[in-house]
């Protein structure tokens, strides 16, 4: 089976912390991504890596980073968390474009 | 923006009937997908459509796709408790330069013993 590993589940950290969100994958994976989900807004897209140390801009990039350095491995770093970025953050990723995308468990961050 | 939008938001029906999502997107696609989210979980994929497909069938689910309006369905036949969920559309849009899938907001779907 597929494994998609988010780090922490929860988190809670203060206002202008950097705060990273790790996310591992198991299946030798090319494409992988990060969204965030806020009720009633769905899923939106932040970044998304089609191969290592490759990175493409989301819908909503702003005040997020990425880092892919090693193919099983994509994390979203918030240089600056502000409240506002208080979310469930999901981590996926799939063989390649066309197929079928795993998500991980999920992280949720509370900025105070 | 976002891709797909769901519809309904959401849905309260008794076990044993069927239940009826939809989506509906703005561009043109590859294939659809339908996810399903348990409360406060991650998603799972549940089914496939490719843009050449109509009709899709997986044990109690049926999609249907409809490229000309830019729409498709889920129907869960006679649903059970354990079938309430959130329930997401994707599309792997064809214009994009590189490989995102969108997702839509998503339909709620209760399902009352």
């Known amino acids: 089976d597929v494994k998609v590993t988010q780090s922490s589940r929860y988190l809670v950290k203060r206002t202008g912390e950097k705060v990273f969100l790790e996310c591992v994958q198991d299946?030798?994976?090319?494409?992988m991504f990060w969204y965030r989900q806020d009720p009633g807004l769905g899923l939106r897209l932040i970044y998304f890596?089609?191969?290592?140390?490759?990175?493409e801009k989301g819908d909503i990039p702003e005040g997020y980073s990425v880092s892919r350095e090693k193919k099983e491995r994509f994390s979203l770093i918030l240089e600056s968390a502000s409240t506002n970025q208080t979310s469930m953050y999901l981590c996926?990723?799939?063989?390649?474009?066309?197929?079928?995308?795993?998500f991980g468990e999920g992280s949720w961050l509370t900025v105070v | 923006s976002q891709q797909g939008e769901e519809d309904p938001q959401a849905l309260s029906i008794q076990e044993g009937e069927n239940a009826t999502m939809n989506c509906s997107y703005k561009t043109s696609i590859n294939n659809l997908q339908w996810y399903r989210q348990n409360s406060g979980r991650g998603l799972v994929h549940l089914i496939l459509i490719r843009s050449n497909e109509r009709e899709k069938h997986s044990g109690r689910l049926r999609v249907t796709l409809d490229t000309s309006k830019k729409s498709s369905s889920l129907l869960i036949t006679a649903s059970r408790a354990a079938d309430t969920a959130s329930y997401f559309c994707a599309t792997d849009g064809r214009s994009y330069n590189t490989d995102k899938l969108i997702f839509g907001t998503g339909t709620r779907l209760q399902v009352f013993p």
């Open positions: 299946m030798d994976h090319e494409n």
């Open positions: 996926a990723s799939r063989v390649s474009s066309g197929n079928t995308i795993y």
């Open positions: 890596s089609y191969d290592v140390k490759m990175k």
